[in-house]
């Protein structure tokens, strides 16, 4: 039987992503064309989704069965998504999701951001710009909760923040599994030294905050450190960690699909931020890229994320302190065999969090709908 499914998007997809959030829906798409899935694409600005509702109408006419509908929000409003944010179309996403709903397909999109209901929106958008934004993402959740049958977020906080009336399920982000890097990590031998290889991507000011960590490194003999972030991020906030920098902390510039031998290379990725109410509930795709790579994870225990650290056993959470940083890191310098189980454990997590089973989950999800039929 055929499988066949719509992919809807407001904006162009890149297919070198570097952000998080062009990572997702680039991922998704391919995960629901790996498992199997006709996928009819609802991508790009306005006059693109246009014609391809178009085409889908006319399938529709035709008889042609889709098994459901899955969209992805974009982090501005649904009628700003063009590109110079002029409401050119403002009816043509919602329609079509009514269309389809009166066609009864099921359809869940995945709510990406939730910012504007917090005080660090109020902070970061002028209050001209909030009176238009505003009403408008209150817009798009309105439409949802006539529309959808399951709205997805990035992770289980965020339901408290939004209706109950409608189904709320969390969708966090996937991985791709790294076959190779996973094999060599395990089969590696014992160490001979004691050197412990610590990688971090991210930012390096605002919430991002690795100083605690750096500063720990600095006072380690045997750990090494490799920080990915960006050189425009660098350049505007490296005066403040010039005097913890040393020989075996390395700086470097890369995107995503660069970071391999890094991350094949490190022993422990990263994962800290300043406490942060919306920030905590947050589920970061670097997180799960890590995994993907078979490489345990230090995250601080301010983030929510750190539950599932802890739940899968594929690394440590710490306070994100020097102190207690640096105790932990010179108790995993001289106990590798603990890094190893972690190692193991992360590479067992992989299978149930590719963006293949995100996908699958999706398409079981929506497809029990159907079944009401």
Not at 88 to 95: A, E, I, Q, V
Not at 127 to 148: H, V
Not at 288 to 295: A, D, S
């Amino acid at each position: 039987m055929i499988k066949k499914c719509i992919f809807h998007y407001p904006h162009p997809i890149n297919e070198n992503p570097g952000t998080g959030s062009e990572v997702r829906p680039y991922r998704m798409v391919k995960a629901f064309e790996q498992n199997g899935y006709i996928v009819d694409k609802v991508i790009g600005y306005g006059k693109d989704r246009k014609n391809a509702i178009l085409k889908i109408k006319d399938n529709l006419k035709k008889g042609v069965r889709y098994d459901f509908l899955y969209s992805e929000s974009l982090t501005q409003p649904t009628l700003l998504a063009e590109e110079d944010h002029f409401p050119r179309y403002p009816f043509l996403d919602f329609n079509f999701f009514n269309l389809c709903k009166k066609y009864h397909i099921p359809i869940g999109l995945f709510y990406r951001d939730m910012h504007w209901k917090f005080p660090e929106y109020k902070e970061a958008v002028s209050w001209y710009k909030r009176c238009i934004t505003i009403p408008l993402y209150k817009w798009d959740l309105f439409n949802y909760k006539k529309l959808l049958k399951i709205l997805y977020v990035p992770a289980e906080g965020f339901k408290d923040y939004l209706s109950k009336e409608i189904l709320i399920k969390s969708l966090p982000p996937g991985c791709k599994e790294n076959v190779d890097i996973v094999n060599a990590k395990k089969v590696r031998k014992d160490r001979k030294t004691k050197e412990l290889h610590i990688f971090y991507v991210g930012g390096v000011k605002g919430i991002y905050n690795p100083y605690s960590f750096i500063k720990a490194v600095n006072h380690c003999k045997n750990v090494t450190l490799t920080i990915c972030t960006t050189q425009e991020q660098w350049e505007m906030n490296k005066e403040r960690y010039k005097d913890l920098l040393c020989e075996r902390i390395k700086i470097i510039h890369k995107k995503s699909q660069e970071l391999a031998p890094y991350y094949k290379e490190a022993d422990v990725s990263i994962l800290c931020q300043e406490s942060n109410l919306y920030m905590d509930m947050s589920s970061p795709i670097k997180a799960k890229e890590t995994l993907g790579y078979g490489t345990p994870i230090i995250i601080s225990s301010n983030l929510s994320l750190s539950k599932v650290v802890q739940k899968e056993n594929y690394g440590w959470v710490v306070d994100a302190n020097v102190k207690d940083i640096e105790k932990l890191l010179v108790f995993l310098s001289e106990h590798f065999e603990e890094i190893k189980e972690k190692t193991l454990c992360a590479i067992d997590a992989i299978n149930k969090n590719t963006w293949e089973a995100r996908a699958e989950q999706v398409a079981t999800e929506l497809m029990e709908f159907g079944k009401e039929i």
